[in-house]
Each structure stands twice: as C-alpha cells, then as structure tokens.
C-alpha cells in the first residue's frame, strides 16, 4: 500500500489549502484515513479522522475550519483547510488503517506535505 499527499503550500494567514492523500497498490480494504501534522520541535498530533462508514472527529483547533472527506472509489482522503493561521504552519501527514491483498491489517503513513501559513 502506497500513499500519496498532494495539496500543500505556502498561504497568507485566512487563506484555504486542500489536501489530497491516495492510496494505491494491493488494497483488500480501508478503514479508518486521517490526517495529522507535526511542526518544529512538537509531537505529531491528529488532525482529523474519518471512519470507513463516515463518522468523523477533529481536534479542537481544526473544529469549524477543516472538513475531512474520502471517495472511497477514489481510496482518497481530503482536508479541506479554511482560514488558516500561522499556528497551522506544519508537515500533515496522512494516515491510512488498510489490510494489502497478502498482508496484515495494519497504518499506513504518506511522506507528509508542507504547509506554510504567513502572517
């Protein structure tokens, strides 16, 4: 299983960024896909998840501002990240719970994608 991000970049603070994660391979199924970021010298931190059947959950911060989504005949999950603040400013990673064709059930991480918010 191999996953793509896609949709970084730099933006002025208020601005809106979506991303884009793509799994591909030998997928038997997807679960749960989320998002999560991690800035200079702080820990990873869960973004946003969604749930093979729809139910999502956000952190605080990003509650009324993002929105995660998926197409699953896609296997692509989304966030979508409006008015955007400089605190925002981090690597996002996707994260994606799937079971390949011959393999366990297990995470599956992309390469991250910046994201720059400017004051």
């Known amino acids: 299983v191999q996953l793509q991000a896609s949709g970084g970049g730099l933006v002025q603070a208020g601005g809106s960024l979506r991303l884009s994660c793509a799994a591909s391979?030998?997928?038997?199924?997807?679960?749960?896909m989320g998002w999560y970021r991690q800035a200079p010298g702080k820990q990873r931190e869960l973004v946003a998840r969604i749930t093979s059947g729809g139910s999502t959950n956000y952190t605080d911060s990003a509650k009324g501002r993002f929105t995660i989504s998926r197409d699953n005949l896609k296997k692509t999950v989304y966030l979508q990240t409006n008015s955007l603040k400089p605190e925002d400013t981090a690597v996002y990673y996707c994260k994606v719970d799937a079971r390949a064709t011959y393999g366990p059930r297990r995470d599956y991480w992309g390469q991250g994608t910046q994201v720059t918010v400017s004051s």
């Open positions: 391979g030998s997928i038997s199924s997807i679960n749960a």
